[in-house]
């Protein structure tokens, strides 16, 4: 039996190369998320139900990553946080909110609130009647008005087509937040809003798709109703489907990934996880855009201690780079991310992008509520395979679970845990990417495909690693 040696990140170190690079902004951190899908920074968000839904998704695309929305929710819970992120900024709202003037204002208020909106367009007989905005209604609530007594009756529109410094003109002109898009028969066509342009100043490395609207992925599953639920996602403009299995090179997921493929050929489409050159080009044969991997390394993982079975992080990212290479398929290092030198070491060793957990779990924009402990605040974070988690999901799929159920049936391959709240997650964004552009230059590398052209490894003793940590000193 041949026993091959396998790398993590602290077993390594990349070796200091000539640098022209006299300023970090000098580096480039554009990559490829997918086949078809560019970014402007190296990372995604884990698709975990104590990561990412939109609000996690809406802060990645601003900074010019992506986040991925985890699949255990109901299919129509999923489509509307792909939906809350699609609609959190774009040029134009192709489909504005709307509401008929024979409804109340109590109406009107309780759609504001579900819908996350401060204004509604009226619409009769499918033609503009008028503007609704919170302030119209903030003092109706009790009232039995209707919508009609308290709209905005002179509306200021624009035709379909106007371009953005135009809309912006009108917008300022006519001291108004809202700019409805009206054909020649009245017929509502889209919307522009202040917020929106703001948006695209403040954030202008933002990840966006063709309709300027920022881009998010979803996960699915590979049993039960993943095809509907792929449709459903990718009807609400989700722009990768992820192919969630914690074991991807299998049956269950290469003919998850056919079935997906036959039916959508133009979805963007990621799978695994793998861990082996031979998992990703199965998948890879299989259709997919992308391979993600990393078996039993994320931090609430418990994978390589229950089932014995795994690999190295580093050594799986650069065993599947190769391959990813050779078929021209971007690779996903998802796992064992606790820094921003392990974060280089994935893009120096051949993956595309980075998906990180735990760093982006305990901030504001993660899912959850936060709990106290010895006067800290913390929010949990749990593995997918956890216990809890998979209790979670069986009551989702059959609104109960019976006393009956016999739980030790399953074996969980995760952990629940408490991560420190961490403050907004840009500021951890901003300082993974920072960390990147360094390493960037210290291999003497402008772009992340040059620094994996240059990147040369070191492997260290532990020794080495303790050398590399604060040492001999007292931290504050």
Do not use: W
Not at 202 to 225: E, F, M, Q, T
């Amino acid at each position: 039996m041949e026993i091959k040696e396998g790398l993590t990140f602290d077993d390594v170190l990349l070796v200091p190369k000539y640098s022209d690079i006299t300023s970090r902004s000098q580096t480039d951190l554009r990559t490829k998320l997918s086949k078809n899908i560019s970014l402007n920074i190296p990372l995604i968000s884990a698709n975990m139900d104590t990561v990412t839904e939109s609000a996690m998704a809406i802060a990645l695309a601003q900074e010019g990553g992506i986040g991925i929305i985890h699949r255990f929710l109901t299919v129509e819970e999923e489509v509307e946080e792909v939906l809350k992120v699609k609609r959190s900024a774009s040029v134009m709202i192709e489909n504005p909110y709307m509401i008929s003037p024979d409804q109340s204002a109590k109406d009107a208020m309780a759609y504001m609130r579900e819908k996350g909106v401060s204004g509604l367009l009226v619409v009769k007989d499918s033609k503009l009647a008028g503007i609704l905005t919170h302030r119209d209604v903030i003092f109706e609530g009790e009232s039995n008005k209707l919508v009609k007594d308290i709209m905005t009756k002179d509306v200021i529109t624009a035709k379909p087509g106007i371009n953005l410094s135009e809309a912006k003109e009108l917008l300022r002109e006519h001291r108004i937040e809202k700019l409805p898009l009206v054909d020649t028969n009245g017929q509502v066509k889209g919307l522009v809003t202040s917020k929106d342009i703001t948006h695209n100043e403040n954030y202008p490395n933002a990840s966006k798709d063709k309709k300027g609207r920022p881009l998010v992925g979803a996960a699915v599953g590979v049993k039960g109703d993943f095809m509907e639920r792929t449709e459903a996602l990718l009807e609400a403009d989700a722009d990768a489907i992820v192919v969630d299995i914690a074991h991807g090179h299998s049956e269950n997921a290469i003919s998850t990934i056919r079935n997906i493929k036959k039916a959508f050929p133009n979805c963007e489409l990621i799978a695994g996880n793998v861990a082996t050159a031979k998992g990703a080009e199965d998948l890879i044969k299989a259709g997919v855009d992308a391979v993600k991997v990393g078996v039993g390394s994320g931090s609430i993982c418990i994978t390589r201690v229950i089932t014995g079975s795994g690999v190295p992080q580093l050594t799986a990212v650069y065993d599947c780079a190769q391959i990813g290479k050779k078929y021209d398929v971007p690779i996903i290092s998802d796992g064992g991310t606790r820094t921003s030198g392990d974060l280089t070491k994935a893009l120096a060793a051949g993956a595309s992008t980075v998906m990180v957990g735990s760093l982006f779990g305990g901030t504001d924009e993660s899912p959850g509520s936060f709990v106290m402990k010895n006067g800290k605040r913390y929010k949990i974070y749990r593995g997918m395979a956890s216990f809890y988690a998979a209790l979670g999901r069986k009551s989702k799929e059959t609104g109960t679970v019976a006393i009956n159920d016999d739980l030790n049936d399953y074996v969980a391959e995760g952990v629940e845990a408490m991560v420190p709240y961490k403050g907004t997650v840009a500021d951890i964004i901003k300082q993974l990417s920072g960390g990147v552009r360094s390493g960037l230059s210290y291999c003497g590398a402008h772009t992340i495909t040059q620094m994996q052209q240059n990147a040369e490894f070191i492997k260290m003793s532990r020794a080495g690693f303790a050398e590399s940590q604060p040492h001999d000193v007292d931290l504050m």
